[in-house]
């Protein structure tokens, strides 16, 4: 089964730290565009970050740009999201997805890679 596994949320303070990681299985991500998403309940799933195929490029939105930063290991097939300083807002659950481009990442039209997702939350 082709799936992607996000792990790595938990309780936080405000202005605290968390690392997410999203591992995929079934096939290789290597040549895929990949991305991190949030969604609050009764809201629509939003953007976050995305990452090109190699790592060399990434995309934020405005809400996390300069404190959260997006990486991957193509070796362990694996995505990153390093969050720092924290804040309330990003209450979320967290889910990542892969397609051809940044651009249809972030479009999140494949529905077949959202699983779960890891539950952040920022409270003091």
């Known amino acids: 089964q082709v799936q992607l596994v996000e792990s790595g949320g938990g309780l936080v303070q405000p202005g605290g730290s968390l690392r997410l990681s999203c591992e995929g299985s079934?096939?290789?991500?290597?040549?895929?565009?990949m991305g991190w998403f949030r969604q609050v309940s009764g809201k629509d799933r939003e953007f976050v970050a995305a990452?090109?195929?190699?790592?060399?490029?990434?995309t934020y939105a405005p809400s996390v740009r300069g404190r959260f930063t997006i990486s991957r290991d193509n070796t362990k097939n694996t995505l990153y999201l390093q969050m720092n300083n924290l804040k309330p807002e990003d209450t979320a659950v967290y889910y990542c997805?892969?397609?051809?481009?940044?651009?249809?990442?972030?479009?999140?039209?494949?529905?077949?890679?959202w699983g779960q997702g890891t539950q952040v939350t920022v409270s003091s």
């Open positions: 997805n892969a397609d051809t481009l940044i651009s249809t990442v972030i479009g999140g039209k494949t529905a077949e890679y």
């Open positions: 079934g096939r290789s991500f290597s040549n895929d565009a």
């Open positions: 990452i090109n195929f190699s790592g060399g490029t990434s």
